[in-house]
């Protein structure tokens, strides 16, 4: 119950979809200034809601369901930063492993419906729900790791320049100093970058062993819901199930169809 007697408005599924689907137009139109929605924005969604859904929906309500979904965005964007857990964009969902799944939910029980499960309308929520701002953490040039060449040239320009009282002898060392600079600085660009180029194909490399062990999840999704026989909704669980252990699903993979059919049949059986 709420305040003085009033009760608790709930939220369906069905609704908090046609939220997210209204607030992501919304967005689009400009209307999402500093990470918040106009009034008129939430009047809109009420409407919506009361006139498709037949309920009793006030701006208010709306307003405040949007910091739960915030609240569940925080959640997914923690879990996509988190050593160990993949994100699948094709199927919009969080991967683990089953070691790392069940590690996980031991100690975060309630992330158990980010994990291997779709995300809904995740490109709705990134939109209603993220901050709309572009991240240059990535935006990192040659500049940015020490090779400025605009800095170096500061330096010639406080080593070149004689006083008159030096004379001609002060010149002679200088130039013979700057000439020196000129002539290691290309072999000093030359290390630096080959070290870089060293460390990336080290990265690249170990990426690929990487990408070489995990399962992929799309296929096996498109190769389970492709078989013949069966509901989609039944076809859906046998995913479910499959994509919580790598070692079940790769063996599911290397099956033919038959072997494949048989398989669904004993997991119908033991999931009556």
């Known amino acids: 119950m709420g305040k003085k007697g009033e009760k608790q408005f709930r939220w369906s599924k069905p609704m908090e979809y046609l939220m997210l689907e209204i607030l992501a137009d919304e967005v689009k139109q400009g209307n999402k200034s500093t990470n918040q929605f106009k009034v008129i924005s939430f009047n809109r969604v009420s409407n919506a809601i009361n006139e498709q859904l037949g309920m009793d929906c006030s701006p208010k309500h709306v307003e405040n369901h949007l910091k739960t979904l915030r609240s569940t965005w925080n959640t997914v964007q923690t879990l996509l930063n988190k050593s160990g857990l993949g994100w699948d964009d094709n199927l919009k969902m969080i991967t683990a492993s089953p070691r790392v799944y069940a590690m996980h939910i031991q100690a975060h029980p309630s992330h158990d419906k980010f994990i291997n499960k779709k995300i809904d309308m995740f490109e709705e929520m990134s939109l209603v729900c993220g901050n709309d ?15 400025d060449c605009s800095s170096e040239k500061g330096n010639e320009d406080e080593i070149e320049g004689p006083s008159k009282e030096n ?3 002060d010149v002679s060392e200088t130039s013979q100093v700057k000439s020196s600079r000129k002539r290691n600085r290309p072999s000093d660009v ?17 990426i690929s062993k990487i990408v ?4 992929d999840v799309t296929r096996l999704y498109e190769e389970v819901m492709a078989i013949e026989g069966y509901v989609e909704e039944f076809l859906g669980d046998a995913f479910d199930y499959l994509v919580q252990s790598d070692t079940l699903a790769k063996g599911f993979m290397a099956k033919n169809q038959n072997l494949r ?5 004993r997991f119908k059986r033991q999931h009556k």
Do not use: N, P
């Open 133 to 147: 701002r572009a991240r240059g953490d990535c935006a990192k040039s040659f500049e940015d790791i020490g090779l």
């Open 167 to 169: 004379g001609v002898q």
């Open 190 to 206: 030359q290390d630096v970058v080959g070290d870089i180029s060293t460390k990336l194909g080290e990265v690249v490399a170990a």
């Open 212 to 215: 070489d062990r995990r399962l």
């Open 261 to 265: 059919k048989v398989w669904l049949e």
